[in-house]
T-cell receptor
Framework: EAQVTQNPRYLITVTGKKLTVTCSQN?????MSWYRQDPGLGLRQIYY???????DKGDVPEGYKVSRKEKRNFPLILESPSPNQTSLYFC?????????????FGPGTRLTVL | SQQGEEDPQALSIQEGENATMNCSYK?????LQWYRQNSGRGLVHLIL?????REKHSGRLRVTLDTSKKSSSLLITASRAADTASYFC????????????FGQGTELSVKP
């Protein structure tokens, strides 16, 4: 089944404890992206990747890192999480550049930073 | 920044009725997409309409796009209780890093 998977789905952590949220897609998509969803602010892009070893900042990249060593994986890294990073996170993937075809979203990761 | 503004913010209808949601945006776009989200869960892609298209259908869904008014509408016909969800429009523009700009969404409640 074609899908985007994220792990973990739920995570409660403490300030400053490094964490990684994994994202994997099995559709051989070139483009991958991370969003966060917050009440009143909607969905905002954190980082995106046009292809392997090609990543760039979105609208809200502060406090996050990403890497794209393989086509299928695009992990989101929080080196030193803070409470303002408590949010619902979505990974997405798409063929081509991301601005032409539909984007497929993962099930979401609900992160709470205490 | 939010590009898409959706109207209404909330909509409550009876099963079998039609539901119409509207979306407005500010800049020129490559395509506009509609997504559904059930209560804080994942986003499910519903339909994509390109800037050179005016209308598109998929099952019980009908989407229109008016680029001169920078607006789109999503019509769900013969609604079902299972259609209860939040619906978002999202726009994509060339050379913006593939970023989708989402509206705030319309919360649809379909009562049995």
């Amino acid at each position: 089944e074609a899908q985007v998977t994220q792990n973990p789905r739920y995570l409660i952590t403490v300030t400053g404890k490094k964490l990684t949220v994994t994202c994997s897609q099995n559709m051989n998509h070139e483009y991958m992206s991370w969003y966060r969803q917050d009440p009143g602010l909607g969905l905002r892009q954190i980082y995106y990747s046009m292809n392997v070893e090609a990543t760039d900042k979105g609208d809200v990249p502060e406090g996050y890192k990403v890497s794209r060593k393989e086509k299928r994986n695009f992990p989101l890294i929080l080196e030193s999480p803070s409470p303002n990073q408590t949010s619902l996170y979505f990974c997405a993937s798409s063929q081509d550049r991301g601005d032409y075809n539909e984007q497929f979203f993962g099930p979401g990761t609900r992160l709470t930073v205490l | 920044s939010q590009q898409g503004e959706e109207d209404p913010q909330a909509l409550s209808i009876q099963e079998g009725e039609n539901a119409t949601m509207n979306c407005s945006y500010k800049t020129s776009i490559n395509n506009l997409q509609w997504y559904r989200q059930n209560s804080g869960r994942g986003l499910v892609h519903l339909i994509l309409i390109r800037s050179n298209e005016r209308e598109k259908h998929s099952g019980r869904l009908r989407v229109t796009l008016d680029t001169s008014k920078k607006s789109s509408s999503l019509l769900i016909t013969a609604s079902r209780a299972a259609d209860t969800a939040s619906y978002f429009c999202a726009t994509a523009t060339y050379n913006q890093g593939g970023k989708l700009i989402f509206g705030q969404g319309t919360e649809l409640s379909v009562k049995p």
